[in-house]
């Protein structure tokens, strides 16, 4: 079953807006990344937030937690044409020590109109 | 640096052919290695993942196996493809270490016909 499941499944704004992108799990965590993918094209890892922060910042991408919700947010501040792509959450849950796997939603299509 | 690698990029299969994809990673040693499938505008779906040399976990029951011959090569394959193999499968690679960030491969797409 999906851990993280997306909100919305697809957003298209104009481009210099903001793209807010929400993600909800289910059990505990240690972990919440964020991943993009572009067309027929592999993961590329983005941001990486603990289970014990609550906001984290890269560049124009802002990842907020909230785990007595159990939810986590991607902004990403003036968007351009290029940020078109998929936008997935992805859950670490494993015991430590364990192989560490990841549970991904079934993502967000961002689409962002020059 | 680290880079992972896949191919083919593309196959097409008749239905009941055999298949054998493969996954190389470079620049680390003794890395997790995943196999995900992804259906057309879905998640991802873990299939197997492996901790070592010839230790492989299973996450879905299916016609598919894996194989990790080397510390650095991972293996999907099957001896009788179906319809429903059809999918874009990646590869993907962590360290051992606490944090899970996986690195994905460019990915494989697989046409079953």
């Known amino acids: 079953s999906q851990q993280g499941e997306e909100d919305p499944q697809a957003l298209s704004i104009q481009e210099g807006e903001n793209a807010t992108m929400n993600c909800s799990y289910k059990?505990?965590?240690?972990?919440l990344q964020w991943y993009r993918q572009n067309s027929g094209r592999g993961l590329v890892h983005l941001i990486l937030?603990?289970?014990?922060?609550r906001e984290k910042h890269s560049g124009r991408l802002r990842v907020t937690l909230d785990t007595s919700k159990k939810s986590s947010s991607l902004l990403i501040t003036a968007s351009r044409a290029a940020d078109t792509a998929s936008y997935f959450c992805?859950?670490?849950?494993?015991?430590?020590?364990?192989?560490?796997?990841?549970?991904f939603g079934s993502g967000t299509q961002l689409t962002v109109l020059p | 640096s680290q880079t992972i690698h896949q191919w083919p990029a593309t196959l097409v299969q008749p239905v009941g052919s055999p298949l054998s994809l493969e996954c190389t990673v470079e620049?680390?040693?003794?890395?997790?290695l995943y196999w995900y499938r992804q259906a057309a505008g879905r998640g991802l779906q873990l299939l197997f993942y492996?901790?070592?040399?010839?230790?492989i976990s299973s996450e879905v029951p299916q016609n598919l196996s894996a194989s990790r011959p080397q510390d650095r090569q991972f293996i999907l394959s099957s001896k009788k493809l179906l319809l429903s193999d059809s999918g874009f499968y990646l590869c993907?690679?962590?360290?051992?270490?606490?944090?899970?960030?996986?690195?994905f491969g460019p990915g494989t797409r697989l046409l079953v016909l």
């Open positions: 993907a690679w962590s360290g051992q270490g606490a944090v899970g960030t996986q690195y």
């Open positions: 059990t505990s965590i240690n972990n």
């Open positions: 937030i603990r289970s014990n922060e």
């Open positions: 992805a859950t670490d849950a494993g015991a430590s020590g364990s192989a560490r796997q990841l549970t």
């Open positions: 620049g680390t040693s003794n890395p997790n």
């Open positions: 492996s901790v070592g040399i010839g230790q």
